[in-house]
């Protein structure tokens, strides 16, 4: 802080009552130059005026705007403003690291003027010692308002508490939100004043939340840690927690002697179900088909994990950086208004990843294990990106007529032709801006469906 002309300390005063403040807090604050405190609606504002300790507030600022985002920024240049008149500043709050005027500050804080926190009792203390007799292990807590679980996932892995629970309709929001892993009849920590000294809590079930009788800022719940093991539902850490496990010494003896070449199969046959589940329209059953392609991911992350290789966060973090790289219109500067753009923005992402390169270089890259149709219709599409063809349906479909007058030759000839057929219609498609693998399986369809109307009308 050498050079700065202005310190400002943030003060952590605590919940409500003020009874929960430090000895620290306490003389810094009795023997500040200048006090500013966010509000005088609190208890240590009461102790202050009867010791006689000057301060100011910020409540008249409440007034002046309903917009809480303003609020703050109005916050923010008052505590600057106030600042400029004092060599040291103290500006009180309940808990720094969760309010909203101090992240203001932070941002708004001239080069001239430095911070220090002196920390104090959060609700979170006071919500995990309330839960201590009854043998909840609060080790690694995680905090989360009300307020901002929206903006977040719910985890397992660790115990959390959800603070500042003011109104049943957040309640409610917390319970769907604790709800996303959690069973219904799961016991959870009830807090009523958990700022207060002695603050207990009430075992309640989850389901239970929203029902309770009073609510306020000072309102919490405590979710202990819930192995996956004890749980009906996971995430996805949970189920590599549970892929290791059947990996690990005194796992299962299949999963153990699976490799990358023997999964080889599995992940093709599990992807097929999964494309399968989604022309099927069955919502649950393609979620019961992308959890076996999740397994064969997660199990080849794991091979991969234990020879070194790569991990699950390298899969993801790999697909992430793809996605953020190849969305420049997204997440950078370029400029996609409609679908047809954004295929544009994504093939000179990838031309930027790859670097120039031969049109039988992207040929080579396309997959020898597609069906055979996709894998042809992408080897035009690619070699005619490199080229800069235009493709002519046309001259494809007077080729499938040519070759279809053709009848002569050996078996292979006849092969060779039908090949060169198939290849022309997946030209034609690809100029059509169609599909050929999805056409075919369509028609196929139609096919099964008629043969089965057949079936049904001799019944």
């Known amino acids: 802080m050498d050079g700065k002309r202005h310190i400002i300390t943030i003060a952590a005063i605590g919940p409500d009552s003020g009874q929960t403040l430090t000895l620290g807090v306490y003389d810094a604050l009795r023997q500040a130059d200048a006090l500013l405190l966010r509000t005088g609606r609190h208890g240590v504002a009461d102790r202050l ?28 240049r008052a505590i600057i403003d106030r600042a400029r008149q004092a060599q040291t500043l103290i500006y009180a709050v309940s808990e720094p690291q969760s309010d909203a005027t101090v992240r203001a500050l932070v941002q ?5 003027m430095a911070l220090r926190v002196l ?10 010692c309330a839960a201590i007799p009854f043998g909840v292990n609060t080790e690694n807590l995680r905090t989360v308002t009300a307020l901002s679980t929206a903006e977040m996932r719910v985890q397992a892995d660790c115990p959390q508490v959800v603070t500042e629970i003011d109104n049943r309709y957040l309640a409610s929001d917390v319970k769907l939100w604790l709800g996303d892993l959690f069973d219904d009849e799961t016991t959870v920590y009830f807090l009523e004043n958990a700022a207060e000294p002695g603050a207990t809590a009430r075992p309640i079930e989850l389901c239970e939340l929203d029902r309770q009788d009073h609510y306020d800022h000072r309102t919490a719940v405590l979710v202990p840690r819930i192995s996956v093991y004890d749980r009906s539902r996971a995430s996805y850490e949970d189920f590599v927690q549970v892929i290791s496990r059947l990996r690990a010494p005194g796992g299962c003896p299949w999963d153990r002697a699976q490799t990358h070449h023997t999964l080889r199969q599995y992940m093709i046959e599990e992807a097929c179900e999964a494309a399968d589940a989604m022309d099927g329209g069955d919502e649950m059953k393609m979620a019961d088909e992308l959890g076996d392609v999740l397994l064969q991911v997660v199990l080849n992350s794991c091979i991969g994990a234990e020879h070194r290789a790569f991990t699950d966060r390298d899969v993801t973090s790999m697909a992430a950086h793809k996605m953020i790289t190849r969305h420049e219109h997204v997440f950078g500067k370029a400029k996609a208004e409609n679908a047809q753009a954004v295929v544009s923005v994504w093939e000179n992402a990838k031309k930027k990843e790859r670097g120039e390169q031969t049109a039988l270089e992207r040929v080579l890259d396309v997959p020898l294990s597609l069906p055979a149709l996709m894998r042809a219709q992408k080897v035009v599409r690619r070699e005619a990106g490199a080229k800069g063809l235009k493709l002519d349906g046309d001259q494809m479909l007077a ?21 060169e057929m198939l290849e022309c219609l997946c030209t034609l498609a690809e100029a059509q801006g169609l599909d050929a693998e999805t056409a075919l399986r369509g028609q196929t369809k139609k096919r099964v469906d008629r043969l089965r109307g057949e079936d049904e009308k001799t019944l």
């Not at 301060?55 to 923010?76: G, K, M, P, S």
């Not at 708004?108 to 001239?112: C, F, I, N």
């Open 49 to 76: 005026r009867q010791e006689g300790v000057a301060f100011e507030t910020l409540d008249a600022l409440y007034d002046r705007t309903e917009d809480f985002d303003e609020l703050c920024e109005l916050a923010a």
């Open 108 to 112: 708004a804080l001239p080069d001239d």
């Open 119 to 128: 920390g104090g009792v959060t609700l979170t203390d006071a919500a995990a």
């Open 399 to 419: 080729r499938v007529a040519e070759l279809a007058g053709e009848n002569g030759g050996d078996q292979a000839a006849k092969e060779a032709r039908l090949g």
